[in-house]
Protein backbone atom coordinates (compact mmCIF):
# COMPACT_ATOMS: atom_id res chain seq x y z
CA UNK A 1 0.00 0.00 0.00
CA UNK A 2 1.30 3.08 -0.70
CA UNK A 3 1.56 4.75 2.85
CA UNK A 4 -2.02 7.04 3.51
CA UNK A 5 -2.67 7.63 -0.19
CA UNK A 6 -5.67 7.68 -1.54
CA UNK A 7 -6.48 4.97 -4.57
CA UNK A 8 -10.00 5.62 -4.74
CA UNK A 9 -12.76 3.13 -2.99
CA UNK A 10 -12.16 -0.01 -4.65
CA UNK A 11 -13.13 -3.46 -3.33
CA UNK A 12 -14.99 -2.35 -1.28
CA UNK A 13 -18.23 -4.70 0.19
CA UNK A 14 -20.65 -5.73 2.58
CA UNK A 15 -19.91 -3.29 5.23
CA UNK A 16 -20.48 0.04 2.68
CA UNK A 17 -24.26 -1.09 1.45
CA UNK A 18 -25.12 -1.80 5.16
CA UNK A 19 -24.33 1.53 6.57
CA UNK A 20 -25.41 3.39 3.81
CA UNK A 21 -28.69 2.17 3.48
CA UNK A 22 -28.97 2.42 7.34
CA UNK A 23 -27.95 6.23 7.24
CA UNK A 24 -30.12 7.05 3.66
CA UNK A 25 -33.04 4.93 5.60
CA UNK A 26 -32.80 7.39 8.28
CA UNK A 27 -32.01 10.81 6.23
CA UNK A 28 -28.50 11.39 7.01
CA UNK A 29 -27.18 13.79 4.48
CA UNK A 30 -24.14 11.92 2.70
CA UNK A 31 -21.14 14.22 2.48
CA UNK A 32 -19.61 14.80 -0.51
CA UNK A 33 -17.14 13.03 -1.96
CA UNK A 34 -13.63 14.24 -1.66
CA UNK A 35 -10.53 14.88 -3.73
CA UNK A 36 -8.08 12.55 -1.03
CA UNK A 37 -5.04 13.07 -0.69
CA UNK A 38 -1.94 12.14 1.99
CA UNK A 39 -3.95 11.65 6.03
CA UNK A 40 -2.50 10.38 9.07
CA UNK A 41 -3.36 7.35 11.65
CA UNK A 42 -4.03 6.88 14.75
CA UNK A 43 -2.76 4.33 17.85
CA UNK A 44 -4.64 1.53 19.93
CA UNK A 45 -4.43 1.93 23.52
CA UNK A 46 -0.99 2.20 24.68
CA UNK A 47 -0.41 4.64 27.57
CA UNK A 48 -3.96 6.66 26.22
CA UNK A 49 -4.68 8.37 29.79
CA UNK A 50 -2.78 10.10 32.24
CA UNK A 51 -3.25 8.35 35.49
CA UNK A 52 -3.23 4.97 33.97
CA UNK A 53 -0.09 5.70 31.83
CA UNK A 54 1.81 5.32 35.14
CA UNK A 55 0.84 2.69 36.23
CA UNK A 56 1.10 0.03 33.57
CA UNK A 57 0.52 -3.53 35.10
CA UNK A 58 -2.68 -2.02 35.50
CA UNK A 59 -3.00 -0.06 31.44
CA UNK A 60 -4.97 -2.33 29.24
CA UNK A 61 -3.23 -1.84 25.75
CA UNK A 62 -5.72 -4.00 23.09
CA UNK A 63 -8.35 -6.93 23.25
CA UNK A 64 -9.53 -9.21 20.41
CA UNK A 65 -12.55 -11.44 20.07
CA UNK A 66 -12.59 -13.48 17.31
CA UNK A 67 -14.66 -16.86 16.20
CA UNK A 68 -11.60 -19.07 16.96
CA UNK A 69 -10.57 -20.37 13.65
CA UNK A 70 -9.43 -23.87 14.25
CA UNK A 71 -12.54 -24.81 16.61
CA UNK A 72 -15.54 -22.57 14.96
CA UNK A 73 -17.41 -23.33 18.11
CA UNK A 74 -15.72 -21.38 20.02
CA UNK A 75 -14.85 -17.83 20.95
CA UNK A 76 -11.33 -16.58 22.22
CA UNK A 77 -10.89 -13.42 23.81
CA UNK A 78 -6.96 -12.05 24.32
CA UNK A 79 -6.42 -9.12 26.39
CA UNK A 80 -2.98 -7.33 26.67
CA UNK A 81 -1.75 -5.63 29.59
CA UNK A 82 1.87 -3.69 30.28
CA UNK A 83 2.64 -1.54 27.25
CA UNK A 84 5.95 -1.13 25.75
CA UNK A 85 7.89 -4.00 27.16
CA UNK A 86 11.41 -3.82 27.23
CA UNK A 87 12.52 -7.57 26.15
CA UNK A 88 15.40 -6.92 28.30
CA UNK A 89 13.74 -5.34 30.76
CA UNK A 90 15.65 -6.90 33.86
CA UNK A 91 16.32 -7.81 36.75
CA UNK A 92 12.78 -7.28 37.53
CA UNK A 93 10.88 -8.59 34.60
CA UNK A 94 7.23 -8.20 33.92
CA UNK A 95 4.42 -9.37 36.01
CA UNK A 96 0.84 -9.14 36.42
CA UNK A 97 0.00 -6.94 39.57
CA UNK A 98 -1.44 -8.90 42.91
CA UNK A 99 -3.79 -6.49 43.98
CA UNK A 100 -5.64 -6.20 40.79
CA UNK A 101 -8.56 -7.74 39.54
CA UNK A 102 -8.02 -8.53 35.28
CA UNK A 103 -11.75 -8.67 34.30
CA UNK A 104 -13.48 -9.88 31.05
CA UNK A 105 -16.92 -8.86 30.70
CA UNK A 106 -19.44 -10.11 28.39
CA UNK A 107 -22.98 -8.40 27.67
CA UNK A 108 -24.97 -11.36 25.65
CA UNK A 109 -28.43 -9.04 25.16
CA UNK A 110 -27.49 -5.69 23.92
CA UNK A 111 -28.26 -3.62 27.49
CA UNK A 112 -24.86 -2.06 28.05
CA UNK A 113 -24.27 -4.35 31.31
CA UNK A 114 -22.22 -7.10 32.07
CA UNK A 115 -23.85 -10.79 32.02
CA UNK A 116 -21.13 -12.44 33.45
CA UNK A 117 -17.30 -11.35 33.91
CA UNK A 118 -14.38 -14.04 33.76
CA UNK A 119 -12.27 -12.65 36.63
CA UNK A 120 -8.20 -13.47 36.16
CA UNK A 121 -6.12 -12.59 39.84
CA UNK A 122 -2.41 -13.30 40.25
CA UNK A 123 -0.36 -14.39 43.17
CA UNK A 124 3.63 -13.96 42.79
CA UNK A 125 6.03 -16.52 44.47
CA UNK A 126 9.44 -16.00 44.89
CA UNK A 127 11.71 -18.86 45.81
CA UNK A 128 15.09 -17.31 46.78
CA UNK A 129 14.93 -13.94 48.67
CA UNK A 130 18.84 -13.54 48.73
CA UNK A 131 19.57 -12.99 45.17
CA UNK A 132 18.62 -10.13 42.91
CA UNK A 133 17.98 -12.23 39.61
CA UNK A 134 14.83 -13.73 38.08
CA UNK A 135 16.34 -17.22 37.24
CA UNK A 136 19.21 -18.40 38.59
CA UNK A 137 20.00 -20.82 35.66
CA UNK A 138 18.38 -22.37 32.70
CA UNK A 139 15.07 -22.71 33.12
CA UNK A 140 13.43 -25.87 31.11
CA UNK A 141 10.01 -25.89 32.78
CA UNK A 142 7.41 -23.83 34.60
CA UNK A 143 8.16 -25.56 37.96
CA UNK A 144 12.08 -25.38 37.40
CA UNK A 145 13.31 -24.44 41.11
CA UNK A 146 16.42 -22.30 38.74
CA UNK A 147 12.61 -20.13 37.68
CA UNK A 148 13.28 -17.84 40.82
CA UNK A 149 9.91 -15.55 40.46
CA UNK A 150 6.72 -17.22 39.24
CA UNK A 151 3.31 -16.25 39.26
CA UNK A 152 -0.02 -18.17 39.69
CA UNK A 153 -3.60 -17.19 38.90
CA UNK A 154 -7.12 -17.71 39.65
CA UNK A 155 -10.38 -17.47 37.25
CA UNK A 156 -14.04 -16.79 38.53
CA UNK A 157 -16.73 -16.82 36.81
CA UNK A 158 -19.63 -14.19 37.79
CA UNK A 159 -22.80 -14.04 35.99
CA UNK A 160 -24.65 -11.15 36.67
CA UNK A 161 -27.96 -9.77 36.84
CA UNK A 162 -28.94 -5.93 36.66
CA UNK A 163 -25.18 -5.51 37.70
CA UNK A 164 -25.47 -7.67 40.56
CA UNK A 165 -23.70 -10.56 41.29
CA UNK A 166 -25.90 -13.70 41.11
CA UNK A 167 -22.95 -16.67 41.04
CA UNK A 168 -19.80 -17.00 41.13
CA UNK A 169 -18.09 -19.99 40.22
CA UNK A 170 -14.88 -21.27 40.05
CA UNK A 171 -13.10 -22.21 36.84
CA UNK A 172 -9.87 -22.75 37.59
CA UNK A 173 -7.08 -22.53 40.91
CA UNK A 174 -3.30 -21.83 40.72
CA UNK A 175 -2.77 -21.78 37.07
CA UNK A 176 1.03 -21.20 36.19
CA UNK A 177 1.98 -18.26 34.29
CA UNK A 178 4.48 -17.98 31.21
CA UNK A 179 7.30 -15.90 32.52
CA UNK A 180 9.18 -13.15 30.29
CA UNK A 181 11.46 -14.64 28.06
CA UNK A 182 14.65 -13.48 29.66
CA UNK A 183 17.06 -14.39 27.08
CA UNK A 184 18.30 -17.90 24.65
CA UNK A 185 20.99 -18.83 27.89
CA UNK A 186 17.95 -18.57 30.67
CA UNK A 187 15.60 -20.27 28.62
CA UNK A 188 16.62 -22.05 25.72
CA UNK A 189 13.34 -23.37 24.89
CA UNK A 190 10.54 -20.76 25.68
CA UNK A 191 8.02 -22.99 23.33
CA UNK A 192 7.98 -25.46 25.67
CA UNK A 193 7.09 -23.06 28.41
CA UNK A 194 4.66 -21.36 26.53
CA UNK A 195 2.91 -24.49 25.82
CA UNK A 196 2.66 -25.84 29.79
CA UNK A 197 0.78 -22.73 30.53
CA UNK A 198 -2.11 -23.61 28.21
CA UNK A 199 -4.37 -24.91 30.45
CA UNK A 200 -8.07 -26.63 30.32
CA UNK A 201 -10.41 -25.49 33.01
CA UNK A 202 -14.21 -26.14 34.12
CA UNK A 203 -17.11 -25.17 31.40
CA UNK A 204 -14.90 -26.59 28.23
CA UNK A 205 -12.37 -23.21 28.49
CA UNK A 206 -8.81 -22.85 27.68
CA UNK A 207 -6.70 -20.01 29.28
CA UNK A 208 -3.05 -19.06 28.79
CA UNK A 209 -2.04 -16.27 30.49
CA UNK A 210 1.72 -14.88 30.18
CA UNK A 211 4.21 -12.68 27.79
CA UNK A 212 3.93 -12.74 24.33
CA UNK A 213 4.64 -10.00 21.52
CA UNK A 214 3.10 -7.33 21.11
CA UNK A 215 0.49 -8.11 18.23
CA UNK A 216 -0.61 -4.46 17.26
CA UNK A 217 0.98 -3.15 14.07
CA UNK A 218 1.12 0.58 13.50
CA UNK A 219 3.25 3.61 12.89
CA UNK A 220 2.95 5.61 16.21
CA UNK A 221 4.87 9.01 14.97
CA UNK A 222 1.29 9.75 14.14
CA UNK A 223 1.44 11.89 17.65
CA UNK A 224 4.85 13.75 16.34
CA UNK A 225 1.79 15.97 14.68
CA UNK A 226 0.36 13.51 11.95
CA UNK A 227 4.05 12.60 10.76
CA UNK A 228 4.94 16.23 11.22
CA UNK A 229 3.12 17.12 8.16
CA UNK A 230 5.63 14.84 6.01
CA UNK A 231 5.27 11.22 4.91
CA UNK A 232 9.28 11.01 4.57
CA UNK A 233 9.03 8.25 7.76
CA UNK A 234 6.24 6.76 7.38
CA UNK A 235 5.58 3.06 6.99
CA UNK A 236 7.86 2.02 10.16
CA UNK A 237 6.02 -0.24 13.01
CA UNK A 238 6.68 1.15 15.80
CA UNK A 239 5.82 -1.73 18.48
CA UNK A 240 8.27 -4.36 16.56
CA UNK A 241 10.02 -5.67 19.56
CA UNK A 242 8.40 -4.80 22.27
CA UNK A 243 6.09 -7.36 24.19
CA UNK A 244 3.01 -7.39 26.06
CA UNK A 245 1.55 -9.56 29.24
CA UNK A 246 -1.35 -11.44 27.47
CA UNK A 247 -4.60 -12.96 28.80
CA UNK A 248 -6.32 -15.18 26.94
CA UNK A 249 -9.20 -16.93 27.20
CA UNK A 250 -11.01 -19.71 24.57
CA UNK A 251 -14.73 -20.59 25.70
CA UNK A 252 -17.89 -22.36 23.94
CA UNK A 253 -19.97 -19.87 22.02
CA UNK A 254 -23.18 -21.27 23.95
CA UNK A 255 -21.85 -20.43 26.97
CA UNK A 256 -21.46 -16.69 26.35
CA UNK A 257 -24.08 -15.67 24.25
CA UNK A 258 -27.69 -15.52 24.83
CA UNK A 259 -28.60 -18.26 22.50
CA UNK A 260 -28.23 -19.33 18.95
CA UNK A 261 -31.24 -17.34 17.53
CA UNK A 262 -29.46 -13.74 19.43
CA UNK A 263 -25.65 -14.58 18.57
CA UNK A 264 -24.27 -10.94 18.89
CA UNK A 265 -22.00 -10.30 21.96
CA UNK A 266 -20.49 -7.07 23.67
CA UNK A 267 -16.98 -7.34 24.78
CA UNK A 268 -14.56 -5.40 26.96
CA UNK A 269 -12.23 -5.78 29.19
CA UNK A 270 -11.32 -3.72 32.54
CA UNK A 271 -8.61 -3.56 35.82
CA UNK A 272 -9.71 -2.93 38.67
CA UNK A 273 -6.74 -1.90 41.56
CA UNK A 274 -7.57 -2.19 45.51
CA UNK A 275 -6.72 0.53 47.36
CA UNK A 276 -5.15 1.04 51.06
CA UNK A 277 -8.74 0.07 52.64
CA UNK A 278 -9.07 -2.85 50.64
CA UNK A 279 -11.56 -1.74 48.49
CA UNK A 280 -11.22 -2.68 44.14
CA UNK A 281 -11.93 0.63 41.83
CA UNK A 282 -11.90 0.25 38.29
CA UNK A 283 -8.63 2.30 36.99
CA UNK A 284 -8.56 0.73 32.78
CA UNK A 285 -11.63 -0.03 30.18
CA UNK A 286 -10.93 -1.10 26.63
CA UNK A 287 -13.65 -2.69 23.84
CA UNK A 288 -13.15 -1.39 20.55
CA UNK A 289 -9.22 -0.30 19.43
CA UNK A 290 -8.91 3.22 19.00
CA UNK A 291 -11.74 5.45 21.42
CA UNK A 292 -9.76 6.31 24.19
CA UNK A 293 -6.60 7.20 22.62
CA UNK A 294 -7.91 9.56 20.17
CA UNK A 295 -11.70 9.98 20.14
CA UNK A 296 -11.63 11.13 23.85
CA UNK A 297 -10.04 14.21 24.54
CA UNK A 298 -7.93 14.56 27.67
CA UNK A 299 -10.41 16.07 30.19
CA UNK A 300 -12.76 12.52 29.74
CA UNK A 301 -9.68 9.83 29.59
CA UNK A 302 -9.71 9.04 33.14
CA UNK A 303 -13.34 9.46 33.75
CA UNK A 304 -13.91 6.31 30.83
CA UNK A 305 -11.30 4.71 32.37
CA UNK A 306 -13.07 4.46 35.58
CA UNK A 307 -16.72 4.15 33.76
CA UNK A 308 -19.32 1.30 32.78
CA UNK A 309 -20.62 0.94 28.96
CA UNK A 310 -24.21 1.50 30.69
CA UNK A 311 -22.97 5.21 31.06
CA UNK A 312 -21.63 6.28 27.84
CA UNK A 313 -23.60 8.44 26.50
CA UNK A 314 -21.84 11.34 28.59
CA UNK A 315 -18.95 10.67 25.96
CA UNK A 316 -21.20 11.06 22.61
CA UNK A 317 -20.18 14.00 21.46
CA UNK A 318 -16.72 12.78 20.97
CA UNK A 319 -17.79 10.39 18.47
CA UNK A 320 -20.33 12.18 16.93
CA UNK A 321 -17.74 15.37 16.72
CA UNK A 322 -14.32 13.64 16.55
CA UNK A 323 -11.35 15.74 16.67
CA UNK A 324 -8.74 13.49 14.08
CA UNK A 325 -10.94 14.70 11.05
CA UNK A 326 -10.50 18.35 12.04
CA UNK A 327 -6.75 17.57 12.33
CA UNK A 328 -6.12 15.72 9.27
CA UNK A 329 -8.44 18.50 7.31
CA UNK A 330 -5.57 21.53 8.69
CA UNK A 331 -2.41 19.88 8.13
CA UNK A 332 -3.10 17.69 4.82
CA UNK A 333 -6.04 19.88 4.13
CA UNK A 334 -8.67 16.81 3.30
CA UNK A 335 -12.04 17.84 3.70
CA UNK A 336 -13.79 16.70 7.16
CA UNK A 337 -16.94 14.59 6.58
CA UNK A 338 -19.92 16.44 7.94
CA UNK A 339 -21.12 16.25 11.79
CA UNK A 340 -23.09 14.86 13.24
CA UNK A 341 -21.17 11.55 12.60
CA UNK A 342 -24.01 8.88 13.34
CA UNK A 343 -21.78 6.88 11.04
CA UNK A 344 -19.66 6.26 13.88
CA UNK A 345 -21.80 5.70 16.46
CA UNK A 346 -23.59 2.73 14.25
CA UNK A 347 -20.37 1.31 14.09
CA UNK A 348 -18.36 1.64 16.91
CA UNK A 349 -21.46 2.09 19.58
CA UNK A 350 -24.48 0.34 18.37
CA UNK A 351 -23.13 -2.47 16.03
CA UNK A 352 -23.80 -2.70 12.06
CA UNK A 353 -27.16 -3.93 11.81
CA UNK A 354 -27.56 -7.09 9.87
CA UNK A 355 -24.28 -8.42 10.96
CA UNK A 356 -23.34 -7.56 14.68
CA UNK A 357 -25.92 -5.32 15.62
CA UNK A 358 -28.00 -7.03 18.96
CA UNK A 359 -32.03 -5.88 18.77
CA UNK A 360 -32.82 -3.04 20.98
CA UNK A 361 -29.58 -2.90 21.65
CA UNK A 362 -28.55 0.19 23.53
CA UNK A 363 -25.30 2.21 22.20
CA UNK A 364 -22.10 1.83 23.99
CA UNK A 365 -18.88 1.07 23.66
CA UNK A 366 -18.10 -2.56 23.67
CA UNK A 367 -16.26 -5.20 21.08
CA UNK A 368 -19.21 -6.40 19.50
CA UNK A 369 -18.99 -10.00 17.60
CA UNK A 370 -21.73 -12.02 15.83
CA UNK A 371 -20.96 -15.44 17.04
CA UNK A 372 -22.46 -17.45 14.27
CA UNK A 373 -20.31 -15.86 11.21
CA UNK A 374 -17.64 -18.76 10.50
CA UNK A 375 -14.31 -17.62 10.42
CA UNK A 376 -13.00 -16.67 6.75
CA UNK A 377 -10.62 -19.16 5.35
CA UNK A 378 -8.51 -16.37 4.13
CA UNK A 379 -9.02 -13.53 6.30
CA UNK A 380 -8.85 -9.93 4.54
CA UNK A 381 -6.78 -7.25 6.42
CA UNK A 382 -9.47 -4.52 6.06
CA UNK A 383 -11.99 -7.07 7.16
CA UNK A 384 -15.68 -6.05 6.57
CA UNK A 385 -14.59 -2.93 4.57
CA UNK A 386 -13.07 -5.73 2.36
CA UNK A 387 -15.90 -7.91 2.12
CA UNK A 388 -14.52 -10.23 4.81
CA UNK A 389 -17.56 -10.35 7.50
CA UNK A 390 -15.17 -12.16 10.18
CA UNK A 391 -13.35 -9.32 11.26
CA UNK A 392 -13.11 -5.72 12.50
CA UNK A 393 -15.75 -4.47 13.46
CA UNK A 394 -17.25 -7.57 13.67
CA UNK A 395 -15.59 -8.31 16.74
CA UNK A 396 -11.27 -7.89 16.33
CA UNK A 397 -8.80 -10.43 15.03
CA UNK A 398 -5.18 -10.37 15.58
CA UNK A 399 -4.38 -9.69 11.98
CA UNK A 400 -7.22 -7.20 11.27
CA UNK A 401 -5.31 -3.70 10.30
CA UNK A 402 -7.69 -1.20 12.72
CA UNK A 403 -5.82 1.58 12.14
CA UNK A 404 -6.44 1.71 8.35
CA UNK A 405 -10.05 0.64 8.75
CA UNK A 406 -10.50 2.87 11.40
CA UNK A 407 -8.60 5.58 9.82
CA UNK A 408 -10.35 5.43 6.21
CA UNK A 409 -14.19 5.02 8.04
CA UNK A 410 -13.24 8.25 10.34
CA UNK A 411 -12.50 9.92 6.97
CA UNK A 412 -15.90 9.13 5.73
CA UNK A 413 -15.49 6.07 3.46
CA UNK A 414 -19.30 4.89 4.53
CA UNK A 415 -20.68 8.41 4.00
CA UNK A 416 -19.64 8.99 0.47
CA UNK A 417 -16.21 10.25 0.98
CA UNK A 418 -14.67 6.87 -0.36
CA UNK A 419 -10.74 6.67 0.27
CA UNK A 420 -7.74 4.27 0.75
CA UNK A 421 -5.94 5.91 3.56
CA UNK A 422 -3.09 3.76 5.98
CA UNK A 423 -0.13 4.08 7.76
CA UNK A 424 1.98 1.72 4.89
CA UNK A 425 2.33 -0.91 8.07
CA UNK A 426 0.34 -3.78 7.09
CA UNK A 427 0.89 -6.50 9.11
CA UNK A 428 2.72 -7.50 12.21
CA UNK A 429 6.48 -8.11 12.24
CA UNK A 430 5.51 -11.57 13.52
CA UNK A 431 3.55 -14.80 12.13
CA UNK A 432 0.68 -15.49 14.59
CA UNK A 433 0.08 -19.44 15.51
CA UNK A 434 -3.14 -21.26 14.28
CA UNK A 435 -3.91 -22.74 17.30
CA UNK A 436 -4.87 -21.35 20.86
CA UNK A 437 -3.32 -18.68 22.15
CA UNK A 438 -2.66 -17.27 18.69
CA UNK A 439 -0.21 -14.82 20.01
CA UNK A 440 3.36 -15.20 18.50
CA UNK A 441 5.81 -15.83 21.40
CA UNK A 442 7.64 -12.21 23.04
CA UNK A 443 11.02 -11.30 21.37
CA UNK A 444 14.11 -12.96 23.63
CA UNK A 445 15.55 -10.77 25.97
CA UNK A 446 19.00 -11.87 24.37
CA UNK A 447 18.70 -11.19 20.65
CA UNK A 448 22.40 -10.94 19.26
CA UNK A 449 24.85 -13.08 18.97
CA UNK A 450 27.19 -14.52 21.64
CA UNK A 451 30.14 -12.12 22.64
CA UNK A 452 33.64 -13.14 20.74
CA UNK A 453 35.45 -16.01 23.14
CA UNK A 454 32.06 -16.57 25.15
CA UNK A 455 31.51 -20.62 24.67
CA UNK A 456 27.98 -21.94 24.05
CA UNK A 457 27.77 -24.11 26.75
CA UNK A 458 25.77 -23.93 30.15
CA UNK A 459 28.63 -24.78 32.37
CA UNK A 460 29.30 -21.25 33.52
CA UNK A 461 25.34 -20.19 34.06
CA UNK A 462 24.89 -23.98 35.74
CA UNK A 463 27.30 -23.58 38.02
CA UNK A 464 26.08 -20.08 38.87
CA UNK A 465 22.29 -21.81 39.78
CA UNK A 466 24.14 -24.01 42.01
CA UNK A 467 25.88 -21.71 43.67
CA UNK A 468 22.59 -19.36 44.48
CA UNK A 469 20.94 -22.65 45.65
CA UNK A 470 21.47 -23.71 49.60
CA UNK A 471 24.58 -26.25 49.34
CA UNK A 472 23.78 -30.14 50.21
CA UNK A 473 27.85 -30.96 50.23
CA UNK A 474 27.13 -32.14 46.41
CA UNK A 475 25.73 -29.71 43.71
CA UNK A 476 25.33 -26.71 45.74
CA UNK A 477 28.71 -27.04 47.27
CA UNK A 478 30.45 -27.94 44.19
CA UNK A 479 28.89 -24.92 42.23
CA UNK A 480 30.11 -22.97 45.45
CA UNK A 481 33.70 -23.74 44.61
CA UNK A 482 33.26 -22.97 41.01
CA UNK A 483 31.75 -19.59 41.91
CA UNK A 484 34.40 -18.55 44.01
CA UNK A 485 36.92 -19.77 41.47
CA UNK A 486 35.63 -17.75 38.67
CA UNK A 487 35.42 -14.46 41.15
CA UNK A 488 38.95 -15.41 42.80
CA UNK A 489 41.10 -13.60 39.39
CA UNK A 490 39.35 -10.04 41.22
CA UNK A 491 39.68 -10.67 44.86
CA UNK A 492 43.16 -8.87 44.83
CA UNK A 493 41.45 -6.15 43.31
CA UNK A 494 38.29 -6.11 45.80
CA UNK A 495 41.07 -5.84 48.70
CA UNK A 496 42.45 -2.90 47.05
CA UNK A 497 39.29 -1.18 46.22
CA UNK A 498 38.40 -1.51 50.47
CA UNK A 499 41.45 -0.17 51.55
CA UNK A 500 40.88 2.82 49.49
CA UNK A 501 37.01 2.99 51.08
CA UNK A 502 38.32 2.36 54.59
CA UNK A 503 40.96 5.25 54.13
CA UNK A 504 38.52 7.53 52.09
CA UNK A 505 36.35 7.22 55.47
CA UNK A 506 39.05 8.13 58.12
CA UNK A 507 39.54 11.22 56.07
CA UNK A 508 36.19 12.54 55.60
CA UNK A 509 35.03 10.88 59.78
CA UNK A 510 31.61 10.63 58.00
CA UNK A 511 30.37 6.85 58.03
CA UNK A 512 27.56 5.47 55.12
Known amino acids: MTPLISRGGTGRKGLVPLICGALAAGGLAAAGVATLQPGAATASSHREAPLISGTPQYDNTDLYAFVSPDKPDTTTIVANWIPFE ?37 RT ?119 VNTIALQVPNDLIRESSKQPVVGIWSTTRRRNAQGYYAQVSRLGNPLVNEVVNPQKDKDRFNASQPAYDAQFLKNVTGPELPKL ?110 YVAEPTSGSRGALAKGVPAGADVRSALGAALRPGDGTSGSGGTVVLAAAVASGAAGILVLGAGVAWWRRRVRRPY
Open 86 to 122: EPAGGPNFYTFADDAQYDLHVDNNGDAKDDMVFRYTF
Open 328 to 437: VEGIYKIKAPAEPRNDLVDVFLKGVKGLNQPPGVRPAEELRLNTSVKPAAHPKRLGVLDGDNAGFPNGRRLTDDVVDEALQVMEGELVGSKNDLGDAVNSNDKGFGKHFP
Open 125 to 243: HRKNGDTFLYNTGPVTSLDDPDLNITQTYDIDLLRLRGEHVMSRTKLADDVPVAPSDVGKASMPSYGTLRSQAVHRTAAGATTFAGQADDPFFLDLRVFDLLYGGNLSEVGRDTLKGYN
